[in-house]
C-alpha cells in the first residue's frame, strides 16, 4: 500500500514537473525571442522630429477690384516621431504625416526642417528625399556611412499569431531613455486589413498588419518586427476610441514605395485611359450606373484597343465603379502605373464582357 501511495505522488510530482517545465520553456522562449529581437533592431530605430514654418493665405479687393494673394507669417508646427534606418548610408523610412501635416487650404508650408536623433543621443539634420501621401511613406537621408540599420523582412511570409514588436518614439520618451527606442511586444491579430482611400486623408490604407502590441502617438513610422528582429512594417495608426487595435504598412509595400522614391522623388500617378465617358444609367429599368465611353483615341498613349465607343464602363479589376473618382480609387488601391495593364469589365449590346487596357501616361477622361 506504502509502495502505491509512494508511486502515485511520484508520478503526480513527475507530471507537475513537466508542466512546469513547459510553461518555463514557453516564457523563457517568448522572453529570449523578444528581447533578442529588440536587441537586434534597436540600434537602427531613431527619432524623427520635423518643425514646418506655415504662412497664411488672403484674398484682397485693390480700389481697381482687382483681387490680390498675399501671405503672412503665421506659425511654426512642431511634431515627432519614429522611423528607421534602412541602409548604412543613412536612408531612413518613416511616416509621411511626421513630415507633413494635412493644412487647411488657406494655408502653406514656407519651410520645413527634419531632425534625426539615433540611439545614444548624437542628432542629424536629415534631407527629404521623397514623401508619398497616398500612402503615408517617406523617404529620409541623414550625412555619414556605416550607420547600424535595420534589416528589413518578408511581409508576404507574416502569419496571424506569430510574435509583433513595435520600437519608436511614443509621446517622445526616448528622450528619457537616453534615447533608446521605447518597445511593446504583441502579436499579429490579422493581416490584409483593408480601409480602402480614407476620404478625409486621401490616404490609401489598404492590406495593413494588425497588432495588439500597444501603439501610442509619436510611435508612427517606427518598425514592427518580428521575432527576429526583421521589420514587417511600419506602424502607422491605431483605430481610436479602442484598445491594443494597431495598424502597420507591410514592408513590402513600403520598400516599393521607397525605391521609387530614391530614384525619381515622387510617385507619379498620372495615367491616361485615352478615353472620354460620362456617367450614364443603363439597364431595362435604366436603374443601374455605369460610364458610357463617348470617344476612344487610339492614338493615345494607352493601349486600349479592345474598347469601343458606346460601351458602358462597371466595373474595374472587379470592383463595381460608377464614377471616375471610383476608377482613380482602384487604381490608388492596386497601385497601377502607366504601363500597367488594367482589367475592365464592359456591357457592350447587352453583353457583359472583360476586356484589358494598358494604361498611358496621363489622364484624358472627362465627365
Known sequence: MKIKIL??????????????DKDFQISFSKSTAISNAIELASPGVVGVYSSLEISQLFQLKTRRGRVKTITWPRDTIKSNGSGFIISKDGYILTNAHNIRENLDP???????????VVPGGD???????????????????????NFD??????????????????LGNPRNLISNAQYQPIASAGIVSAINADFSVD???????????????????????????DSNGDVIGINTFIKA????????IPINFAKKIADELKLKGV?????????????????????????????????????????????IIIAAEGYKV???????????????????????????ENDLLDVSLTLGEVWKIEV
Not at 476610441?241 to 502597420?248: H, K
Open 106 to 116: 488657406n494655408f502653406i508650408i514656407t519651410n520645413t526642417s527634419v531632425i534625426v
Open 267 to 311: 510617385i507619379n500617378r498620372n495615367v491616361s485611359f485615352g478615353l472620354s465617358a460620362t456617367r450614364y444609367l443603363y439597364g431595362e429599368n435604366r436603374d443601374k450606373i455605369g460610364l458610357f465611353i463617348d470617344k476612344v483615341d487610339y492614338s493615345d498613349t494607352a493601349r486600349n484597343e479592345e474598347l469601343f465607343r458606346g460601351d
Open 199 to 225: 476620404s478625409n486623408s486621401g490616404k490609401l490604407l489598404d492590406n495593413m498588419i494588425q497588432t495588439d502590441a500597444s501603439l501610442n502617438p509619436g510611435n508612427s513610422g517606427g518598425p514592427l518586427i
Open 7 to 20: 508511486f502515485i505522488l511520484i508520478f503526480f510530482l513527475t507530471g507537475c514537473s513537466k508542466d512546469v
Open 322 to 348: 460608377e464614377s471616375i473618382e471610383e476608377i482613380k480609387a482602384v487604381l490608388i488601391k492596386l497601385d497601377f502605373r502607366a504601363g500597367d495593364e488594367i482589367k475592365l469589365t464592359v456591357v457592350r
Open 123 to 145: 542628432a542629424f539634420e536629415a534631407s527629404i528625399r521623397g514623401i508619398d501621401e497616398i500612402t503615408d511613406i517617406a523617404l529620409l537621408k541623414i550625412d555619414g556611412e
Open 149 to 166: 540599420y535595420c534589416d528589413l523582412g518578408d511581409s508576404d511570409e507574416v502569419k496571424v499569431g506569430e510574435w509583433a514588436i513595435a
Open 241 to 248: 476610441d479602442s484598445q491594443n487595435l494597431g495598424f502597420a
